[in-house]
């Protein structure tokens, strides 16, 4: 379309770059002409087309007027208009209205003899029809499933997959058709015709093995049907019980690695080593050397499919791909960077321990060349290899160590440091190394939240390792030559030095005293602070607001110091720590209990939020009453009840795990009113519950009931929660 000289070949340009929507509309009123300019109007169409597929929104009163002119395009008979016209009454369906207009001309194209108009036609028709016109095309289309032209079979094939998907219960009547395609001699329209048959048949299970056990024992001619049956019988081998049929199911994943397809042998290969844990264990050889043959394959695509298999069976068991260790070694070289970093991260999972320094050395030969996202997954890939062999720590910290000093963005320099922090947590021997490592990073670290947290955790490992003055050095420039945040917790970090070191404690507080000077308000008031802490030497100050955490809930701190302020009723009265709510986290560490558990216990009961929204919160330091409160907050009838001040640790079983429905719950203690939170969960899978509530008797202890929030709907196995809020006298309390 557009020639350009020889010098600025390999300039890409694009011819539609700067379109304005108006103009582009007013443009389409050439459709309306007696005899159209083919050429332009297939310029216009390729227009309206592209600007849809970038994101530009059209009203419906332009897309309707704009249909409208498309449909006058119709007495043009140039296949190419007709295919772009075709492509356009598709996008703009969704937008237009009254599009069933065009719905006699689709059809008559549908059933004509121009074999380039009925392909496309098919599709465009089934697009704009719904379940009340689909009776009066279901002749046509039946006869189109069966058509001997594969372009007009495959059409009408997926496009009935297309309807079936949006509930169209019709296109189940067309079985005799959809199974008579199924004998296609044309690859494509075998491929769709099963993957219809498939979609009809998926809600019954003896339909589905029915299905499998018949074309698993006739050869199908296409390779793509052949992939999509190997699918189907890997899903129905997991659902199936031992028997006979797994046995017959096995096999044909057996025979499918021996296929003459390479799609066919990988798809058998890859369902086989997802199987490999549960029915299929014996056969994991089969599947692991088949992918390793694939491993050398000059192909690099074939070459990635297979590393992704094993990767994901890595995964699951490192044990059963370590017999191809070989081959991975040999991919770290592969001129394709993705390749070789998909091999080292398999490495990583599945290497012995004589390698590690070997594999470290390899590594850092492509880390310059290769994207930050994969970069980030070969860190984790390390963190996770340094748990299986922590004896290996300082190969692995001189590579990190190494990392952390090369460019790189905020994501990479993180993982890196979270990577550090674990070998520290896991391996006291590492502490001094981490530490160092670490300090030398934030003399040039230009992200402030790693700054803060590497100068939190040198505070409190650094002031407790052997040679604490060693850090001192690091802590103090950062006082000096930072931004205000920084500087702010550095000096933290100084106080804990001085309160955890006698000796230290005269050098620490000039260098505090330093600090009493600073431009920043928030630096100031820390270096007075902890000056006249360290300074008075009260045992009992310094171990409650230096050496110790705080024992409330820093999120909630910040909610109820908020409520606080906003509240002119409340400022006659001094704001009291103890109307904070306890940090759950630290007082189950006291008590013995992991954190991990308080983050499983939120996520389990918290029956509003998602499971993974609380264990993310958990992962990222967040306690579980951190997570109730944010809960409880976001639901408008509790807006006036104030802050949370306590959640009950864990849930209360009130019913056993085997009855009908379970019910757990969870009590929110307020100021002056309590909420219990029962968490429900549906094990009857032929009932569907409705308007769900749980009932409370108070008797005469001082409590009412004063809202009762159901649930709507309690669906099988999709637990739900209500709510009951309950006042709580003065005499009560």
Request: glycine share 4%; aromatic share 6%.
């Amino acid at each position: 379309m557009l020639k350009k000289k020889e010098e600025d070949e390999g300039v890409v340009v694009n011819p539609f770059a700067n379109l304005e929507k108006s103009a582009v509309l007013q443009e389409a009123r050439i459709f309306n002409e007696t005899a159209p300019d083919v050429k332009k109007c297939r310029h216009t169409l390729t227009k309206i087309l592209f600007m849809i597929n970038q994101g530009e929104t059209i009203g419906t009163k332009e897309a309707t007027e704009t249909f409208f002119s498309m449909t006058k395009l119709f007495q043009v008979q140039k296949p190419v208009i007709r295919r772009l016209l075709y492509l356009a009454i598709k996008e703009m369906a969704n937008v237009s209205e009254d599009v069933i207009i065009v719905t006699s001309s689709l059809t008559k194209d549908m059933t004509g003899k121009e074999d380039l108009f009925r392909g496309g036609a098919i599709r465009a028709l089934c697009r704009i029809t719904d379940s009340t016109m689909i009776q009066s095309i279901e002749r046509y289309m039946k006869q189109a499933i069966v058509d001997r032209n594969p372009t007009v079979a495959s059409a009408a094939l997926v496009s009935s997959v297309h309807m079936l998907l949006k509930g169209n219960e019709v296109v189940k009547r067309w079985v005799n058709e959809v199974q008579e395609a199924v004998s296609s001699e044309n690859r494509m329209v075998q491929y769709h015709a099963l993957g219809l048959l498939y979609h009809i048949r998926s809600a019954d299970r003896m339909a589905i093995s029915k299905l499998v056990a018949k074309y698993t024992k006739s050869s199908l001619r296409s390779p793509h049907a052949t992939c999509l049956l190997v699918r189907i019988a890997a899903k129905a081998l997991e659902d199936a019980d031992a028997g006979s049929a797994t046995s017959d199911l096995i096999s044909f994943l057996e025979s499918c690695v021996r296929n003459k397809s390479e799609m066919v042998m990988y798809e058998a290969a890859r369902c086989l080593g997802q199987l490999c844990d549960a029915k299929a264990r014996a056969i994991t050889t089969t599947a692991v050397s088949t992918l390793s043959i694939m491993l050398n394959s000059p192909k690099p695509t074939l070459r990635f499919a297979a590393l992704r298999a094993l990767n994901k069976m890595a995964m699951q068991d490192p044990s059963l791909i370590q017999i191809v260790n070989h081959d991975l070694e040999l991919l770290i070289t592969d001129s394709n960077r993705s390749i070789a970093t998909l091999a080292i991260t398999t490495l990583l999972k599945t290497g012995q321990e004589n390698k590690i320094e070997l594999l470290m050395k390899q590594i850092s030969t492509f880390m310059g060349d290769i994207a930050e996202e994969f970069k980030v997954v070969i860190v984790d890939a390390i963190t996770n290899l340094c748990k299986r062999f922590p004896k290996k720590y300082p190969a692995m910290l001189s590579f990190l160590g190494t990392a952390l000093r090369e460019e790189g963005g905020v994501d990479f320099k993180k993982a890196i440091v979270e990577a550090i922090i674990n070998i520290l947590e896991e391996n006291p021997e590492a502490k001094d190394t981490c530490l160092g490592h670490l300090c030398e990073y934030i003399e040039d670290c230009e992200h402030i939240n790693l700054a803060v947290r590497i100068l939190h955790l040198v505070g409190v490992e650094g002031s407790r390792s052997t040679r604490p003055n060693t850090y001192i050095r690091y802590v103090y420039n950062r006082v000096m030559l930072e931004n205000a945040q920084i500087r702010a917790a550095a000096i933290t970090a100084l106080s804990k030095f001085g309160a955890s070191n006698a000796d230290l404690l005269p050098s620490i507080l000039t260098l505090l005293e330093r600090g009493l000077y600073d431009t920043d308000d928030e630096v100031r008031d820390r270096a007075t602070f902890y000056y006249h802490l360290l300074k008075d030497q009260q045992k009992s100050h310094i171990n409650t607001y230096v050496l110790n955490r705080l024992p409330v809930s820093i999120v909630s701190l910040e909610n109820t110091l908020l409520s606080y302020t906003e509240d002119e009723s409340q400022h006659d009265v001094p704001f009291d720590l103890k109307t904070v709510p306890l940090d759950t986290s630290a007082e189950s560490s006291r008590l013995g209990i992991s954190t991990a558990g308080a983050s499983t216990t939120a996520s389990s009961t918290s029956g509003s939020v998602s499971s993974g929204s609380a264990v993310a919160a958990g992962k990222s330091g967040v306690s579980a009453q951190d997570v109730y409160a944010e809960q409880l907050a976001a639901i408008p009838e509790f807006s006036d009840l104030g802050p949370l001040f306590r959640s009950s640790p864990k849930p209360v079983e009130l019913t056993e795990s085997e009855t009908e429905y379970v019910v757990r719950c969870v009590r929110h203690m307020f100021a002056n009113h309590v909420v219990f939170q029962f968490d429900c969960t549906n094990t009857l899978n032929d009932q569907l519950l409705e308007n769900v509530s749980v009932v409370l008797e108070t008797g005469d202890e001082g409590f009412e009931v004063l809202n009762t929030i159901p649930i709507a709907r309690l669906a099988y196995n999709q637990p739900a929660t209500t709510y009951t809020v309950m006042s709580l006298d003065e005499d009560a309390s």
